[in-house]
């Protein structure tokens, strides 16, 4: 060993002595060094590099900064450090929600972990002030023991954090749990049955009270709360624990959206998509309430496409599609607010002219026929467009029913035709 080496392994045993100190020395230098020694100065170096990364690390730690950067994932001295600053964070969140009013779940260790011990009593604290632990020692006294205290604090953490109003009344309407949702729909109050902290959920309160009241169980009913604009579907169970008390879970989810996808989609059953116009199982539903309502004269208008089979063959479907939809936008836009055209088949269309006279009604019809015409003399298409129709008047008095009447019109309507031999061919 030459003098060079000699040199350098004391300045090791120097290094080596401060490192086991804790104290910040520089890192050994590789120059003058020869090469067998190279390997050991580098690994040295990165051992002083993670020592003072592990250091830092838990200083932070030890002064609750827990969110901070992450040690170099090679560094596995910091592998337990790292464990301890995420059990730490996750407490840290969980004793958060405790102090927001938030059920939080409980921890399941051995009895050597003081920790969490300490933190599932401060659980178990949250939980008698809740009101939640007497529930539980009922529903344990009536065979349903099962559950631990873990699991059924877990229980709770997620009945506290699903998007549904979930409440315990007993029999006389006391709230004896209520989750986070919950609290806030009921606004401060205690009893379902008194007025204290109400504020405009009258509607659902009362039909959470039906639920209670009915002999089969489980119950549903959906309501529309005016006060809050929302729709609620309310769930009711009925069971008793082991004291014999009844209890009551209702359940309320809030169905307003699903309410207002089911308006538009009846919405969209009323109306034919290609026209427009009301579908036939619309149209005859408004016929019959307007003959019932009484008033009059109505009238009743069948028409029928002339030569929509002479377009279909020769022009294709899409084209019958485009006369068809021709003819609907003028009968939609020749008509009144009050009046209703019906696509009552393939080519045939029913117009409700309401409190109209039959004269009236024959000025508009030949209105109609008239902008087609101008249609025809501008060789827009080249078929001509036309209809043929008949019209009938009508009302709560009238001596036919109504299908006799749509018979007649339809009877009508078919006289008109035959007496147009060649309607719509080339222009």
Sequence with gaps: ??????????????????????????????SGASSPFYGIIEKLNLLKAYLAEMSSFAADISNGRLYGDTPDRHNHFCGPLKQLRANLSSLSYDIGELLKGNMAAKIEVDEENVLYKCYNSLVDHFAGISGVSGLQAESAANGSGSLNSWQYHSLITA?????????????????VYANKLAVKFLNGR??????????????????????????????T??????????????????????NVQNYFLHILDDISDFKKTE?????????????????????????????????????????????LKYVNDTYGHMEG????????????????????????????????????????????MSRMQGRLGEMNSKKM???????????????????????????????????????????????
């Design 159 to 175: 009945i506290n954090k699903i998007d549904t109003i979930f409440m315990l009344v007993d029999v006389d309407g006391g709230i």
């Design 263 to 307: 308006e538009y989609l009846i919405a969209k059953a009323d109306i034919d998509l290609l026209t427009g116009t009301f579908t036939r199982r619309a149209g005859l539903s408004i016929l019959n309430k307007l003959s019932a309502e009484g008033g009059g004269p109505h009238c009743l208008t069948m028409l029928d496409i002339d030569g």
């Design 190 to 219: 205690t009893n379902l049955h008194d007025g204290q902290g109400a504020d405009g959920n009258d509607a659902v309160l009362h039909a959470i009270e039906q639920n209670s009241r009915s002999s089969v169980f489980p119950i």
């Design 321 to 364: 599609d485009e006369y068809i939809k021709i003819v609907a936008e003028i009968l939609k836009t020749s008509v009144r607010a009050t009046e209703a055209v019906i696509r009552y088949g393939g080519d045939e269309f029913l117009v409700l002219f309401k409190n109209c006279a039959p004269e009236l009604a024959e000025k508009i």
């Design 381 to 427: 298409k080249p078929y001509t467009l036309s209809f043929s129709y008949g019209t009938r008047p009508f009302g709560k008095d009238s001596p036919i029913g109504l299908g006799e009447l749509i018979s007649t019109v339809d009877e009508d309507m078919y006289n008109d035709k035959k007496n147009k031999p060649g309607a719509c061919r080339t222009t």
């Design 221 to 242: 009913r959906e309501i529309f709360d005016k006060n809050s604009g929302l729709w609620y579907k309310i769930t009711t169970y009925s069971f008793n624990l082991a």
């Design 1 to 30: 060993m030459n003098e060079d080496d000699t040199k350098l392994l004391a300045e090791i045993d120097a290094f080596l002595d401060s490192l086991l100190a804790g104290g910040k020395n520089a890192g050994l230098e590789l």
